[in-house]
Nanobody, 123 residues
Framework: HVQLVESGGGSVQAGGSLRLSCAAS????????MAWFRQDPEKEREGIAS???????TYADSVKGRFTISKDTAKASLYLQMNSLKPEDTASYYC??????????????????WGQGTQVTVS
């Protein structure tokens, strides 16, 4: 049974930081392409960061230089360190896993597995 569970969301003031986590099950899922997406109800879903099986990372221009994606294979966990947060970063953040290398490096669907999301609010 594939499962992705996000945590770490919350409310923060502009300029602050948050670290999102995504626990992957089974643990082998962490070896596939994994990514973070976000969606505000008034906007389209946006792929913001991905990490391929070889560790290559890609970032959307909107978060480049502020967010860092990483993973801990031993803990089967994916992370998103978010610094210098802005009000426009407010959204639900989703962890996703399993995409072709091309889609992974482009941070675009389809991804085979998705988490339920965690809310980030920046004021």
């Amino acid at each position: 049974h594939v499962q992705l569970v996000e945590s770490g969301g919350g409310s923060v003031q502009a300029g602050g930081s948050l670290r999102l986590s995504c626990a992957a099950s089974p643990y082998t899922l962490i070896s596939s392409c994994m990514a973070w997406f976000r969606q505000d109800p008034e906007k389209e879903r946006e792929g913001i960061a991905s990490i391929a099986s070889d560790g290559s990372t890609t970032y959307a221009d909107s978060v480049k230089g502020r967010f860092t994606i990483s993973k801990d294979t031993a803990k089967a966990s994916l992370y998103l360190q978010m610094n210098s947060l802005k009000p426009e970063d407010t959204a639900s953040y989703y962890c996703a896993a399993g995409a072709s290398r091309r889609d992974c490096l482009s941070i675009r669907p389809p991804f085979r597995s998705w988490g339920q999301g965690t809310q980030v609010t920046v004021s």
